[in-house]
């Protein structure tokens, strides 16, 4: 360790693996899924898709997969999917067990 550039080099490494735009842009899409939730375009969604896939053997697991193949669409992330509407589902998926017939909101 009788060499200093070896700190210098560390330090740099470290900053280039976090300044990353793909890194900046989780927090976005958290951010994105948020809005969306406030703005009740999710609970829209799911009702939506409660009527598409609902009634079908297992329901809710198909309203979730139906309903994050159309969010994908709309926000383009998987982490804005996610904190989108896992918010809604994961209450009622937690109250149903594994059956996952229960009315939705």
Not at 1 to 18: C, E, S
Not at 32 to 42: F, Q, S, W
């Amino acid at each position: 360790m009788d060499n200093p550039l070896i700190f210098k080099l560390i330090a740099q490494r470290m900053y280039g693996g976090v300044e990353s735009v793909v890194l900046l842009a989780i927090p976005f899409f958290i951010l994105a899924g948020e809005v969306m939730n406030h703005a009740g375009i999710t609970d829209g969604l799911v009702r939506f898709c409660k009527t598409l896939v609902g009634h079908l053997r297992g329901g809710l697991a198909h309203v979730n997969v139906v309903a994050n193949i159309i969010f994908a669409g709309i926000s383009g992330s998987a982490v804005a999917d996610c904190v989108a509407l896992g918010k809604i589902l994961i209450l009622p998926w937690k109250k149903t067990g594994t059956r996952g017939i229960l009315p939705l909101p």
